[in-house]
């Protein structure tokens, strides 16, 4: 059983920066996939960044192109999302996933393909 545990989230003012783990423990694999997916107020959940354990390669949204960075350590199972230039729009719950599957870059941005989730971390953007 794999278990998910994301760091605390945060309140910052726009265009600040902030940076989120998720830790996997338990019994994992040395590939698969990780994900970063948020729930803004009133909306459904949607794709952040994903990232390929086994040769590093990313997807992102393009809500957070060129603004978020998802990295991995893969010793330590963990994948970080750091967040530059926030916005009120960025304004969330977010939530880390996992899979086991080392998905084609087409299918990374699928929240249907994850089968263990985070407990969601709440990040607020305002001045």
């Known amino acids: 059983q794999v278990k998910l545990i994301e760091s605390t989230g945060g309140w910052v003012q726009p265009g600040a920066s902030l940076s989120l783990s998720c830790e996997a423990s338990?019994?994992?694999?040395?590939?698969?996939?990780m994900a970063w997916f948020r729930q803004p107020p009133g909306k459904e959940r949607e794709f952040v960044a994903a990232?390929?354990?086994?040769?590093?390669?990313?997807v992102y949204s393009d809500a957070v192109k060129g603004r978020f960075t998802i990295s991995r350590v893969r010793i330590a199972n963990t994948v970080y999302l750091q967040m530059n230039s926030l916005q009120p729009d960025d304004t969330a719950v977010y939530f880390c996933?996992?899979?086991?599957?080392?998905?084609?870059?087409?299918?990374?941005?699928?929240?249907?393909?994850?089968?263990?989730w985070g407990q969601g971390t709440q990040v607020t953007v305002s001045s």
């Open positions: 996933a996992a899979s086991g599957a080392n998905y084609i870059v087409s299918a990374m941005a699928n929240k249907d393909g994850y089968e263990t």
């Open positions: 338990g019994r994992t694999s040395s590939g698969g996939t």
């Open positions: 990232i390929r354990r086994n040769d590093g390669k990313t």
